[in-house]
């Protein structure tokens, strides 16, 4: 079993970035980056594969940044130009495929418990 534990959400205002972090208990092989707000559904917006290959939904896509640092087997999404629109409850997920795709959460055997982030306008 593989805990994930993100950090680093905040309230920021718009235009400003934050750096959230995911430390994997454990190795994993694909993980992403899903948002979900109250009353909606779960976004998915980043995944890294394998492969070290990143995929990012339209509504991130230039503005944020999935990496891992494999050494401290830590997830980082790097969110830059931050809309209020991007308000949401952040989690990370992981699987042991060496694929996956944000628009398919079922794929995803581990979440975090999250980390709010909040931009302001």
């Known amino acids: 079993q593989v805990q994930l534990v993100e950090s680093g959400g905040g309230s920021v205002q718009a235009g400003g970035s934050l750096r959230l972090s995911c430390v994997a208990s454990?190795?994993?092989?694909?993980m992403g980056w899903f948002r979900q707000g109250p009353g909606q559904d779960r976004e998915g917006i980043a995944t890294?594969?394998?492969?070290?290959?990143?995929v990012y939904a339209g509504s991130v896509k230039g503005r944020f940044t999935i990496s891992k640092d494999n050494a401290k087997n830590t997830l980082y999404l790097q969110m830059n130009s931050l809309k209020p629109e991007d308000t949401s409850m952040y989690y990370c997920?992981?699987?042991?495929?060496?694929?996956?795709?944000?628009?398919?959460?079922?794929?995803?055997?581990?979440w975090g418990q999250g980390t709010q982030v909040t931009v302001s306008s």
């Open positions: 997920a992981a699987t042991y495929r060496p694929e996956c795709t944000y628009y398919a959460p079922a794929l995803f055997g581990f």
């Open positions: 890294r594969d394998s492969d070290g290959i990143p």
């Open positions: 454990g190795a994993t092989s694909c």
